[in-house]
């Protein structure tokens, strides 16, 4: 892919930086008109329309339209985006490779050169995702599980390993380093990227796709990204744009400052809340006003991790004097901050107070000031309670969750001198991208967990206790501050370096609070700092899970419990027998503001980020046999050859055929996640996963997690639908990933049905409600979707990343029109579906589907095809969008 278009407009200029000449796509120059008033965020877009402008791909018209946006603020245009770079982890990195791999073998079978499969946009892959919390409350921890991880994964690290050494352009982040997030926070991000092209370094805006959700975190340093799906971001790798609509730009000011006693979790959970009720699935937000002049770049960064969880596609900061300072902080060299600067203001890209307010769709506002201490919880992150409201909340929530539990009951639990209740807190953890990259909300963890146990606090002997912190940095200025210590003294002992309990790798409870919880049916809560918690995704034993910021994770470990009213209950008494509430114990922002100020320093980044590829000894050890191609083990129960590409011709008949015949594999409800669809967290042993590993002679312990085993699709296909508290409509009375196969009537599970299904050479669709999708940009949930033999997917609503992978996966998304849904229909999945006048299909065209029930009447509804653009017409012709890039690799 070229760095550069033509420059019809005739836009290239140059600056002069510390001595340096760059070359630069002046927006000014590009006289499209005033667009100081231009949101950043499509500035940003309007850059790289005029640096790709070919008058092919990109034109001068669609720079234009970004243009003419301000107008109307809205736009139907659809251009192609290019972003600088691709970010991956390794949960959703490994079956990306996979992909490539096969690509490699497909290109070749189609008579191609396996070079030509290669990342033209640089990558990095961070391996963060694997590490589970096996381990914890001990010195030996972090050793234990990272032992652990290497004896799980030894297969996938062989093949990442091979994948470094067999692509350019590719590097890979060693375990134990991180968090992708914050790694990409702290050092890969540069705010302005550079390349070289005829002799002359071009500067262009830091930007990127990520194959996590949680990528629109770096928009916090102003550097515009978002994430993807894997399949998304593989064809971004391989040059395709990111085909994409002038979005809506929400602004939302802020003013004021956060006051005392409040953290960046909290003011986070309070704009989760008023996004997701003003409504912004599939928009640009961007922060602006006064406000942000009190505002630092890490609560910022933490605002904008959790864009996935308001709905945005990205939640953007300008650039301004606060990130320079923060990209000093973090040890960048002087010439990439002065750059930064230099650019900025040269593309009217900066901000500072009083700078004039951008234009945008629509706006909201947030005084800081009148921010409280919260959670979220007990299954969504928009579901904010005041701290001061949480007990009398959960109560509320009890009555849905657990309807027949006695008021109050306990239960013994076995080998213990205590009982367990419902609310109780079974895991306390500080982990996630969101607030371990934060040092205001770490260090005021640390001095909470110092005030208690020098009060004589200690947690509660039935809370799993865990720190997992997003960057070794974290550990180094914990150490520094002395707080380290008192953390490891109410056992929240770092227990690795990566994503763990927010993502499900929260590890087993002791066998006998399990045994207690699931025997008794007991309502047993989670308190983390994370960015999700979702129903079943936290831990299979817990039902209630509650977003908090780090140090309201330690008192809820002293504490023990979400009926205790933390802000009024007495947490304990100290060594003279002085009751102690959680006031004593609490921070105040200066107490937190000299901890930083004191013990964090740019040395410590570039120390920790000189050598961050090298990995440590183990990693250096993981042997692999080098070649163009991957040398596949056919008894891997890790990484397998996928079937994508099985019987490929090397040309497309660009025929789209009819869908009929068809039965509905599952009949689904309102906000059906990602996580509902994809395999996550652990594995069961009498799931078809869980057999069929049992099959390839592994034993139990060894199952490890979905996550773990995302190269292999025989295992992901058996775990799509497959969530613990997925409840289809077709099976009523049950919970979990079954359905009732047709016209036979047996209840069986998802996957059983779906290859009876294709026995019978039946084609099958999903039904389900609104928000369908929601979540991280799970690749596998499309991926699983179409190996299960899913034609189409209708629903009332999609999230924006699942509709585009469910298209990347050739698998047709169509939206009920207006008025019409499963109940109106009165669906019960007894039903035959046929899809038929898709030969001349268009994007967003009105499609009609036909319904036969198990009577013989029949009736007919409208849906709107999901499709969105002509790109995406021509992926969904070809296959899929992996089948699309292949097919034009091969012709070159």
């Not at 183990?618 to 080098?626: G, L, R």
């Not at 013989?856 to 499709?867: D, M």
Request: hydrophobic share 40%; with cysteine; aromatic share 8%.
């Amino acid at each position: 892919m070229p760095l550069c278009g033509q420059d019809t407009l005739k836009t290239r200029k140059t600056l002069t930086v510390n001595g340096k000449e760059y070359d630069y796509f002046s927006l000014e120059a590009a006289g499209l008109g005033d667009i100081t008033r231009l949101p950043y965020s499509l500035k940003v877009l309007l850059e790289n329309l005029l640096r790709y402008e070919d008058g092919r791909s990109v034109s001068t018209d669609d720079a234009k339209a970004v243009v003419d946006w301000m107008k109307d603020k809205t736009s139907d245009r659809e251009i192609a985006y290019r972003p600088a770079r691709v970010l991956m982890q390794d949960f959703t990195g490994v079956p990306a490779v996979v992909d490539l791999a096969a690509m490699r073998e497909a290109v070749v079978a189609l008579g191609g050169d396996a070079s030509t499969i290669n990342p033209l946009s640089p990558v990095d892959l961070v391996i963060d995702h694997s590490v589970m919390i096996d381990y914890a409350g001990s010195a030996d921890s972090m050793k234990k599980n990272m032992d652990l991880e290497f004896e799980r994964n030894g297969e996938r690290y062989a093949f990442l390993r091979w994948g470094q050494k067999a692509f350019n352009n590719f590097r890979v982040v060693p375990p134990g380093v991180g968090i992708c997030h914050q790694v990409n926070l702290e050092y890969l991000a540069k705010g302005v990227w550079t390349g070289e092209e005829a002799g002359r370094t071009i500067a262009y805006p830091d930007t990127l796709v990520g194959t996590d959700s949680h990528t629109t975190m770096i928009n916090g340093l102003g550097v515009l990204g978002w994430g993807v799906g894997g399949i998304e971001a593989e064809a971004a790798m391989l040059g395709q744009p990111v085909s994409m609509l002038i979005p809506e730009v929400i602004g939302f000011k802020l003013t004021g400052q956060i006051k005392e006693g409040c953290t960046a979790t909290d003011l986070v959970l309070t704009v989760v809340e008023m996004l997701r009720k003003k409504g912004v699935v599939g928009k640009f937000v961007e922060f602006f006003g006064d406000g942000l002049d009190n505002l630092p770049l890490a609560d910022r960064a933490t605002i904008a991790n959790m864009g996935p969880e308001y709905g945005a596609t990205c939640g953007i900061f300008p650039v301004d004097a606060e990130t320079l300072r923060f990209m000093r902080f973090t040890g960048r060299d002087e010439d990439t901050v002065a750059l930064v600067e230099a650019y900025a203001k040269a593309q009217g890209m900066w901000r500072e107070t009083g700078t004039v307010d951008p234009v945008f769709t629509d706006t909201l506002e947030l005084d800081m000031a009148t921010v409280e201490p919260s959670l979220a919880g007990p299954k969504r992150p928009q579901d904010r309670v005041a701290l001061s409201g949480a007990a009398p909340a959960f109560a509320d929530a009890l009555k849905t969750l657990a309807p027949n539990a006695s008021e109050d009951r306990s239960v013994p639990v076995a080998g213990a001198d205590y009982g367990l209740s419902d609310g109780d807190v079974v895991i306390a953890a500080i982990t996630s991208c969101t607030n371990t990259s934060n040092p205001s909300v770490l260090m005021a963890a640390g001095l909470v967990a110092k005030k208690a146990v020098e009060k004589g606090l200690v947690a509660k002997p039935w809370v799993k206790t865990s720190l997992a912190p997003g960057s070794q940095v974290v550990s180094d200025y914990l150490e520094k501050a002395g707080l380290q210590t008192y953390l490891d003294q109410l056992g929240f002992n770092v227990a690795g370096y990566g994503c763990t309990t927010c993502i499900g790798n929260s590890g087993p409870l002791a066998e006998p609070i399990a045994e207690a919880i699931d025997n008794n049916g007991l309502v047993a809560t989670a308190v983390l700092s994370g960015n999700r918690n979702f129903e079943g995704r936290i831990s299979p034993h817990v039902k209630a899970n509650y977003l908090a910021s780090p140090p309201l994770v330690v008192a809820y470990a002293i504490a023990g419990s979400l009926k205790v009213d933390v802000t009024t209950a007495v947490l304990g008494q100290d060594k003279e027998g002085n009751d102690v509430f959680l006031k004593d114990i609490w921070p105040t922002a200066k107490e937190v503001a000299d901890a930083i100020e004191q013990n964090i320093s740019p040395e410590m980044f570039r120390a920790r980020y000189d050598n961050v590829f090298d990995g440590p000894p183990e990693w250096q050890a993981v042997q692999v046999v080098e070649g163009e191609t991957y040398a596949w083990d056919s008894t891997s129960t890790y990484v397998q050859h996928p079937p994508y590409f099985q019987g490929m011709e090397k040309v497309s008949s660009g025929l789209i055929e009819d869908i009929k015949g068809a039965r509905p594999l599952a009949i689904l409800a309102d906000s059906v996640t990602t996580d509902h669809i994809s395999p996550a967290g652990s594995i069961k042993g009498s799931s078809p996963a869980g057999v069929y590993l049992s099959e390839h002679q592994v034993s139990d312990k060894d199952y490890n997690s979905y996550g773990a085993r995302r190269g292999n699709h025989e295992v992901m296909m058996r775990g799509t639908f497959a969530n613990i508290r997925i409840r289809n409509e077709m099976a009523p009375g049950t919970e979990g990933g079954v359905t009732t196969l047709q016209p036979a009537g047996d209840v069986m599970p998802i996957y059983d049905a779906a290859m009876k299904y294709a026995e019978a050479k039946t084609p099958l669709v999903i039904v389900g409600g609104k928000e369908y999708g929601t979540g991280s940009s799970r690749d596998w949930a499309a991926k699983g979707t179409s190996l299960l033999g899913v034609k189409a997917v209708i629903v009332e609503s999609f999230e924006r990343i699942h509709r585009s992978n469910l298209v990347g996966m050739g698998v047709l998304p169509l939206q009920f029109a207006e008025g019409v849904d499963r109940k109106t229909l009165k669906l019960d999945g007894t039903e035959i579906f046929d899809i038929e006048d898709l030969g001349d299909l268009k994007p967003r065209q009105t499609v009609t589907v036909k319904v036969t029930r198990a009577d013989g009447s029949s009736e007919t509804f409208e849906t709107l095809c999901r499709i969105d653009t002509v790109d995406e017409l021509d992926y969904f012709k070809n296959g899929g969008i992996l089948q699309y890039v292949l097919r034009n690799l091969a012709a070159e």
